[in-house]
């Protein structure tokens, strides 16, 4: 799974969105990429404002 | 998009600026959920969401996302939702202003009121508005009354909702400065006393 979430975080353009990861047991991870939302901080209610490193590594241990 | 950890009901979301990328973990439904839910909010300013603007959810809750059609500056779309909280019940409703939208999720009965004071509150400030009510199906304080003060300023609007408030002895009132609107949620009796004392204070104006 970390190994998916590399490659598809580090890209220099995004792919097809969204994309799934089956987890199992009815967990999927799925990645949007958003092509007109640009302030994801405000639109996702993320209060947290994390540096770019720290967004990283969230998405890699979700 | 506004909110969507709350309004999809997940804790595990995670963006990343860099890709404009979101992240989440969820069931099938989540996901689902999720992908509906960006779709409306990802496109292009001045595009309406795509139909259907309506989400059914397992058991009683429903989302809907409401496209306004007349501009507001972001605090008078905060003055609106907060106006509709109140009111409605709701719980669950976010603002997205990049887009001029509302997101909301809540039971059908208070969508339905939702829907119904978004109509009273998004039209233009020119437009002659009447006084209306809606009716809920159950509970006592069933009636919700909107009243428009002609050409009010800020003050006056006060000046109303505290005579109203007193008189009719209401909890929940709340104004909207852009339209001069009062909202009343009350007994038959209590919207009907509020509406006596709006209609005296416009005559005396």
Redesign the interface.
């Known amino acids: 799974m970390a190994a998916w979430?590399v490659k598809?975080?580090d890209?220099a353009?995004?792919p097809p969105s969204?994309q799934?990861y089956p987890?199992g047991n009815?967990?999927?991870?799925?990645?949007?990429?958003?092509?007109?939302?640009?302030?994801?901080?405000a639109?996702?209610?993320?209060r947290d404002e994390p540096t770019?490193h720290h967004?990283?590594q969230?998405?890699v241990h979700? | 998009m506004t909110n969507l950890r709350a309004i999809i009901d997940i804790k595990r979301l995670f963006i990343y600026d860099t890709l404009h990328a979101v992240a989440v973990r969820g069931t099938g439904s989540q996901n689902a959920m999720a992908t509906w839910l960006v779709n409306q909010l990802d496109q292009p300013i001045g595009v309406p969401s795509p139909a259907p603007n309506d989400y059914a959810l397992s058991g009683d809750d429903v989302t809907h996302v409401f496209n306004l059609s007349n501009p507001r500056a972001p605090m008078e779309t905060q003055e609106m939702v907060t106006l509709i909280r109140s009111v409605a019940d709701v719980q669950q409703i976010f603002t997205y202003n990049a887009r001029k939208t509302i997101v909301v999720r809540t039971s059908p009965d208070h969508m339905a009121l939702t829907a119904w004071l978004v109509k009273q509150l998004d039209r233009p400030a020119s437009t002659p508005s009447v006084t209306v009510q809606y009716t809920l199906p159950r509970g006592p304080d069933n009636i919700v009354g909107v009243f428009y003060l002609p050409n009010p300023s800020r003050e006056r609007l006060n000046k109303a909702a505290t005579q109203v408030r007193t008189t009719a002895r209401v909890q929940r009132l709340f104004t909207y400065g852009t339209l001069g609107a009062l909202a009343v949620r009350g007994t038959v009796g209590q919207v009907a006393t509020a509406e006596k004392v709006i209609e005296e204070m416009n005559q005396v104006r």
């Open positions: 979430y598809q975080l890209r353009t995004p969204p799934d987890v009815d967990d999927t991870v799925r990645m949007f990429f958003l092509a007109h939302v640009f302030n994801i901080a639109a996702s209610g993320n770019r967004r990283y969230a998405a979700l």
